[in-house]
């Protein structure tokens, strides 16, 4: 039938829709490990602020930032790998 697409026209297709999704996840993981990065530097801040002898105003900037990694850290993981199809609705 003339209305049928060719075989190398599917072909092309797929290989686009491959291409778009392989280069999707490679997106999602590489924000993924900066994320994961954040928080653990976060915590780390955290707790040195914490484990210090004092507190003082260095002490409590680091507590303050730490949180606000691990909060941006997870936000991010949550933006990246949250189904796109919910977005739509």
Do not use: H
């Not at 780390?44 to 602020?49: C, I, T, W």
């Amino acid at each position: 039938m003339s209305s049928d697409i060719s075989d190398e026209e599917l072909q092309r297709a797929v290989r686009r829709a491959v291409r778009a999704e392989i280069d999707r996840l490679v997106g999602r993981l590489f924000w993924t490990v900066v994320a994961l990065v954040g928080i653990y530097a976060g915590f780390g801040l955290v707790l040195m602020g914490f484990n210090a002898a004092g507190w003082n105003v260095v002490t409590v900037a680091f507590v303050v930032l730490g949180i606000a990694l691990v909060g941006q850290g997870i936000r991010t993981l949550l933006l990246k790998w949250w189904p796109d199809d919910l977005d739509a609705a």
